[in-house]
């Protein structure tokens, strides 16, 4: 069942936020006019190496930056955060220090990932800098939209800002939770998962770019699977990396699911998924439609991928729906249209 998909877009290319998608964040406050940018954070002094607790390199590096530029940078992030969290109400930030900034220079957005401590609790909470990439944003919005989740970020010039996304990550679940986990309901949230993801075309869908967020319920665990990395939103020609359940990387989850649910319930999952995309969808119609004509009238992938898509989900869904679309953004309302049986 699983594919190996190394082969995915090694590169993805960065598309940048245009006049359209611009005033389409502006319109619902998404669009805030920040104190610094991502640019400003690249002026950082030194960087060493960041460990976690089991001493593993992390692929993050701890930034430091000389004494002019740092008072600064920590004061105009000490903002951004009560921009993001508290619609810039300053007095909530009296007593909140930055307490690290680390800097990825793997994947395609280099984030900077920024340490908020509270001095009165010792609390601590982290939020994100990125390059703004137009896919990126789309796959932002488009989960705030379609999904059961909510999601937090602003857009300024060139730079993202994102809330952190709370849960542990798919790829050390199962390393450090697996005697504990109810594997009927965490197969049932994969399953679902999975049928969100593919609706909504969101690709590149390993176990690193996903969290499991778990709530404590009566006697039982509730299970969240949350997206963390939007990059790939409509983005690669192959229909597979729109389904998690072929990555060779969530494997061992594929396993859960194949062990504890029948197929018939399988459907019964993906139907319930669909009718509650529905709903949202009705709710936000509006908000949605206005997205998608900018997605249609943007460039967020390659041609020959779209061409790629096209024939692949046309081939999958036995229609002509899909054939003739010119970019990502009229695939994906095709998509839509067909999934979720909208006229």
């Known amino acids: 069942m699983a594919h190996d998909h190394n082969h995915i877009s090694k590169k993805k290319i960065h598309y940048e936020v245009k006049e359209k998608l611009g005033r389409y964040l502006r319109k619902y406050t998404r669009m805030v006019e920040l104190p610094i940018t991502y640019q400003d954070l690249l002026r950082y002094d030194m960087a060493y190496p960041l460990k976690d607790t089991h001493g593993n390199d992390t692929f993050w590096l701890s930034v430091i930056y000389g004494p002019f530029d740092r008072e600064e940078i920590y004061s105009a992030l000490t903002r951004i955060y009560a921009i993001l969290t508290a619609d810039g109400e300053y007095s909530a930030i009296n007593h909140l220090i930055i307490d690290r900034i680390d800097y990825c220079e793997f994947g395609n957005s280099k984030p900077f990932r920024v340490k908020v401590q509270n001095t009165i609790n010792d609390n601590h909470d982290y939020f994100y800098i990125k390059k703004a990439d137009a896919s990126r944003v789309y796959g932002l919005e488009l989960e705030h939209i379609v999904s059961p989740n909510k999601i937090n970020f602003m857009v300024w010039k060139d730079t993202l800002v994102e809330e952190h996304i709370i849960g542990i990550p798919g790829d050390q679940f199962l390393k450090y939770r697996a005697d504990e986990i109810e594997k009927v309901r965490f197969a049932k949230e994969f399953i679902k998962f999975n049928e969100r993801c593919l609706i909504r075309l969101l ?28 990059d790939q939103q409509s983005y690669e020609g192959r229909k597979t990396m729109y389904m998690p359940q072929f990555f060779r990387e969530n494997l061992e989850y594929v396993k859960i699911v194949m062990d504890n649910i029948s197929e018939e319930s399988v459907k019964q999952y993906q139907i319930e998924e669909r009718s509650l995309i529905r709903k949202r969808v009705r709710n936000s119609r509006h908000k949605l439609r206005d997205l998608i004509n900018i997605m249609e009238q943007d460039e967020i992938s390659p041609p020959d991928k779209v061409k ?32 979720l049986l909208l006229n």
């Not at 690709?203 to 939007?230: E, L, S």
């Not at 096209?310 to 081939?315: G, H, P, W």
């Not at 002509?320 to 999934?339: A, D, P």
Request: aromatic share 12%; charged share 30%.
């Open 203 to 230: 690709g590149d869908m390993r176990n690193y770019n996903w969290v499991v967020d778990i709530t404590p319920d009566f006697d039982k665990m509730q299970y969240r699977i949350r997206a963390i990395d939007f």
């Open 308 to 339: 790629q898509l096209s024939e692949e989900l046309a081939e999958h869904y036995k229609t002509s729906r899909f054939i003739g679309c010119k970019n990502m953004g009229e695939l994906l309302h095709q998509h839509l249209r067909v999934c």
